[in-house]
């Protein structure tokens, strides 16, 4: 294989350079950053990639919108995503195109080398390599986005100003719009979310815990 490989921990980059090396495969490059790894890629074409999700300048998602962009730019790499983190968000993103030459490994998990090399050919090869933690908590991302599925744009709006932690009169100010008009939205964002009147339970801060966790 020709590997580019994004890490921006200098001991495991070289770690992973060496270790594949020993098994016969190229290193085409071995960077630091998400705009080194673009312009690696870019150049040398290699057959895949792996990538750390959190590097600088933020230590955020650099890694992993990187390898979005690869995957639409250069289809013909595979991107292996390999974190201590599971970044749902995006990484439904890099999913949402298909499953072919992907694959999202978590660094603490992975037993051995073998178990690592065989992955990366699999992804290499157009196949795919999902933790099973990853699985998991990326279909439950995708449960807690169908339960907002049903709101409307404005509702959405309206339940977001309630998460900045506004009063249905701050949240009318906000979208010049009547207490009266917010009230309805609120009623339509508790009915559709199946938030029944109750003596036991704040429904506003129940709608709320279901939009973060959106």
Same mark, same amino acid.
């Given at each position: 294989?020709?590997?580019?490989?994004?890490?921006?921990?200098?001991?495991?980059?070289?770690?992973?350079?060496?270790?594949?090396?020993?098994?016969?495969?190229?290193?085409? !490059?071995?960077?630091? *950053? #998400?705009?080194?790894?673009? &312009? /690696?890629?870019?150049?040398?074409?290699?057959?895949?990639? @792996? =990538?750390?999700?959190?590097?600088?300048?933020?230590?955020?998602?650099?890694?992993?919108?990187?390898?979005?962009?690869?995957?639409?730019?250069?289809?013909?790499?595979?991107?292996?995503?390999?974190?201590?983190?599971?970044?749902?968000?995006?990484?439904?993103?890099?999913?949402?195109?298909?499953?072919?030459?992907?694959?999202?490994?978590?660094?603490?998990?992975?037993?051995?080398? !073998?178990?690592?090399? *065989? #992955?990366?050919?699999?992804? &290499? /090869?157009?196949?795919?390599?999902?933790?099973?933690?990853? @699985? =998991?908590?990326?279909?439950?991302?995708?449960?807690?986005?169908?339960?907002?599925?049903?709101?409307?744009?404005?509702?959405?709006?309206?339940?977001?100003?309630?998460?900045?932690?506004?009063?249905?009169?701050?949240?009318?100010?906000?979208?010049?719009?009547?207490?009266?008009?917010?009230?309805?939205?609120?009623?339509?964002?508790?009915?559709?979310?199946?938030?029944?009147?109750?003596?036991?339970?704040?429904?506003?801060?129940?709608?709320?815990?279901?939009?973060?966790?959106?």
């Amino acid at each position: 294989m020709r590997v580019v490989i994004a890490e921006d921990a200098a001991v495991l980059r070289e770690l992973l350079g060496q270790m594949l090396e020993e098994r016969g495969h190229e290193i085409c !490059a071995s960077v630091s *950053d #998400a705009d080194a790894l673009r &312009a /690696a890629v870019a150049e040398h074409r290699p057959d895949v990639t @792996v =990538t750390d999700i959190r590097m600088p300048p933020t230590h955020t998602d650099e890694g992993l919108r990187a390898a979005i962009d690869i995957r639409r730019d250069h289809p013909g790499t595979g991107v292996l995503l390999f974190s201590q983190y599971v970044e749902t968000k995006y990484a439904t993103r890099l999913l949402a195109a298909g499953s072919a030459g992907v694959g999202y490994l978590l660094k603490d998990r992975v037993a051995n080398i !073998a178990e690592f090399t *065989d #992955a990366l050919e699999r992804v &290499a /090869a157009g196949g795919t390599a999902l933790d099973p933690e990853v @699985v =998991t908590q990326l279909a439950g991302a995708g449960r807690r986005a169908q339960e907002l599925a049903p709101l409307t744009d404005r509702e959405r709006e309206v339940l977001s100003l309630m998460a900045e932690g506004r009063s249905n009169a701050a949240i009318a100010q906000s979208l010049v719009v009547s207490a009266g008009t917010v009230e309805k939205h609120v009623a339509a964002v508790f009915d559709k979310l199946g938030l029944p009147k109750s003596h036991d339970h704040n429904r506003r801060v129940l709608a709320v815990i279901r939009y973060l966790r959106g």
